[in-house]
């Protein structure tokens, strides 16, 4: 027996980055320490909740399904970092959980340059054999654009070609469908939206600090931002949708100011949704 899901279901996407302990000090506020992402997922198993990919979720939306999870939560990794490799997906696997890494092709195998800024420009990024691998144990590999830029200041055949460049050269590489994008550093617009949609993609994510429900826009699905703080009980409000954690509100705050800020900058085309001052 198949049942409409309801339009209002909760579902809380977690947004990663790195999951190490070594990092710069600049680059602090976007990693999170093994030992702490262990006892986040212990959280996670201990009270019910089933991690699933971004596809699972996006093949929810306006479809009827036979069954879903009781406390659905969707775990992201922004970037691709070697540290994933190392340091998260182990637990991950050990545990049976589902997950969606953004990976910006043409990096694959380098290094983040575009940290220089942060001083992470040496930070490596997963190889070929390390996707394969990454795949094969229930991990999404989805599309975090190809170059890693600004989608909603470049032009529109630039963002087309960043756009399906990134979907073809994962689905060549890996040998899977490629159907969840995240846009680099969270900036989009309708424009940016519309050719997301056309290249085949069947949900996106940005950055809006509240819980997702199935009522959102599908290529502008909100995620939390899982912060470094090893304090478990922030951690649990947040997975529980209880928004009123101060951290989350006052980033909110600042995606609100720099949103307004980018649309008065010069070359911006279009209002830009979804931004999020600093998160790369």
Known sequence: ?????????????????????????????????????????????????????????????GTAIRKRPERPVVLTFDDAFEDFYHNALPILVDRGFHATLFIPTDYVGKTGTWLHEVGEDRRPIVGWNQLEEIRSSGIECASHGDRHIPLDRALTETVRSDVTRSKIILEDRLGSEVLSFAYPHGYLNPRVKQIVQEAGFTSAYAIRYKVSSLRDDHFALPRLIVLPSPNLSQ??????????????????????????????????????EGAHAGIR
């Open 235 to 272: 951690f649990a409000k947040l997975v529980a949708g209880r928004q009123f954690l101060f951290r989350q509100s006052s980033l909110g705050l600042r995606s609100i100011l720099w949103h307004q800020l980018r649309r008065t900058l010069p070359h911006v085309a279009q209002s830009t």
């Open 1 to 61: 027996m198949t049942f409409q899901l309801s339009r209002s279901l909760k579902v809380p996407i977690l947004m990663y980055h790195s999951i190490s302990d070594d990092v710069s000090p600049d680059f602090r506020r976007f990693s999170v320490s093994p030992t702490t992402f262990v006892q986040q997922m212990e959280h996670l198993s201990e009270n019910g909740f089933t991690p699933i990919t971004c596809a699972e979720l996006g093949s929810w939306m």
